[in-house]
């Protein structure tokens, strides 16, 4: 009887009864363990993910009174869509284009880059916790709990809205309809050159975003090229931007095919409309070469239904005497493939359209692994001062670049024009990096031959 009492007179909302400390671990799971591991990076920026916060704080209240296993499942499905809706957001993917990637998995190595070790561990070490948090009652059914769980998960909605308001733009970059199309080889120019008297190289640059109030990186930009006397004399230069969206293979589809979109349909139909196609059928040779895998992305499928007669990729590469650079997507080193691209030319028997998408300056840029940025402070000591991560990337490009200026400057090089021009914005996910990068465009350099050469010495 006594028992009875002492229930029958217990406040209903006050004290600490069964109903408030289920909705206390209802709320440890479903908000606070939930949504942790991506608050810490407000301070350093992310991608929004605010709607995010409430899909999961609904589903929360839907399985509350479910069986474990299938409110660990919820809790463990909701973790990793907003993971993989997160990576997409950095990388301008939306999800059904992040989740068709995921089947070229295993030709990348994430283990070789410490922010994917990192996050894979934080990942693991929530789900861990979450197994042994949702043993615990989450049941409640008092309305003003229920109401107060709504309004907390939405209230750290509008917190995450309101911490990411200065990088609206910056995320999630996908073609609006209607959007006015440019791109570098229809405003610089290039294709217009396509008389057969000379070859034309286009080269799109990994991750080589146009630099946004940050003279240093302004000016290191191209410089190799920029400032190679021997370069001036072979070539006028005309620079600009254009704009992106999405990836890597969007910004393929932009400079190859121009419109915007995708390689997804192409890898079962052809598009007579693109570059390449376009050239063969005026008696070009079409070569394109990328530093990775055939197999990523589906490129050996879709490249020659853009109209490219031949292909070389990172087994071409090394056996024609690469060395094999590491990272996240391990392949050849791009700063070997300017002279191969040069033989090629050299012993060609009619003009070419020669394609090549670089490689090893793709995000994260992690130190050693043959990729020779640990030294970056010879491109710009302030770089490695200020921006570590930048610096690594932009010794990538003066390679490249410089490579490519030595191969050109040659007295013997073929007359050529050449378009080097980025494909996307390097998707950092921190604020301190990305925004020294204008969110909406990707610079581009032409180089155009001379009529009349005189070679200057460097």
């Not at 769980?149 to 509008?158: H, N, V």
């Not at 394109?288 to 070389?312: C, D, I, L």
Request: aromatic fraction near 14%; proline fraction near 6%.
């Amino acid at each position: 009887m006594t028992t009875l009492t002492a229930q029958a007179v217990r406040p209903p909302f006050w004290g600490v009864d069964e109903q408030l400390k289920s909705f206390g671990h209802w709320l440890l799971i479903w908000v606070v363990l939930a949504n942790a591991g991506f608050a810490f990076l407000w301070f350093s920026g992310a991608p929004p993910r605010h709607m995010d916060i409430v899909y999961t704080g609904i589903i929360g209240l839907l399985v509350m009174r479910a069986a474990f296993w299938i409110r660990y499942a919820a809790f463990a499905g909701s973790l990793i869509y907003s993971t993989l809706k997160f990576v997409g957001g950095l990388f301008n993917l939306d999800i059904s284009s992040l989740l068709y990637s995921l089947k070229f998995f295993a030709e990348i190595k994430p283990a070789n880059s410490y922010d994917y070790i990192g996050a894979a561990v934080a990942i693991l070490a929530i789900m861990a916790l979450g197994w042994r948090l949702l043993k615990r009652e989450t049941r409640f059914s008092r309305p003003l709990l229920i109401a107060g769980a709504g309004g907390l998960f939405f209230t750290l909605a509008g917190v995450d809205l309101w911490m990411g308001k200065d990088m609206r733009g910056h995320y999630f970059r996908a073609a609006p309809a209607g959007a006015t199309f440019d791109s570098a080889t229809n405003s610089s120019g290039f294709v217009a050159r396509a008389d057969g008297k000379r070859h034309l190289i286009l080269i799109v640059v990994e991750a080589m975003g146009l630099p946004q109030g940050n003279p240093e990186m302004s000016k290191l930009m191209f410089a190799p090229l920029l400032q190679d006397k021997a370069v001036q004399a072979k070539f006028d230069f005309s620079r600009g931007a254009s704009p992106y969206y999405n990836s890597t293979t969007a910004g393929e589809i932009r400079e190859l095919c121009g419109r915007w979109g995708d390689y997804y349909d192409l890898v079962d139909r052809k598009d007579d409309a693109c570059i390449p196609a376009q050239l063969a059928a005026k008696g070009y040779d079409t070569l394109a070469m990328h530093s990775f895998t055939p197999k990523f992305f589906a490129r050996e499928k879709w490249y020659p239904n853009v109209g490219f007669q031949k292909m070389a990729f990172k087994n071409d590469m090394v056996a024609e005497g690469s060395e094999k650079c590491g990272g996240v997507f391990p392949g050849a080193c791009d700063r070997d493939i300017p002279r191969q691209i040069s033989a090629r030319l050299k012993s060609a028997e009619k003009p070419t359209f020669l394609y090549w998408l670089t490689l090893n300056s793709h995000l994260p840029v992690p130190a050693g692994l043959n990729l020779n940025v640990d030294n970056c402070e010879r491109v710009s000591p302030l770089l490695k001062s200020d921006y570590p991560q930048i610096c690594r990337q932009f010794a990538i490009y003066d390679d490249i670049f410089t490579a490519l200026g030595k191969e050109i400057a040659a007295s013997d090089f073929p007359e050529a024009d050449i378009l080097i021009v980025g494909d996307h914005m390097p998707p950092y996910f921190d604020r301190h990096h990305r925004t020294q990068f204008d969110p909406a465009k990707v610079p581009w350099l032409y180089l155009k031959h001379k009529p009349t050469v005189q070679v200057a010495s460097n």
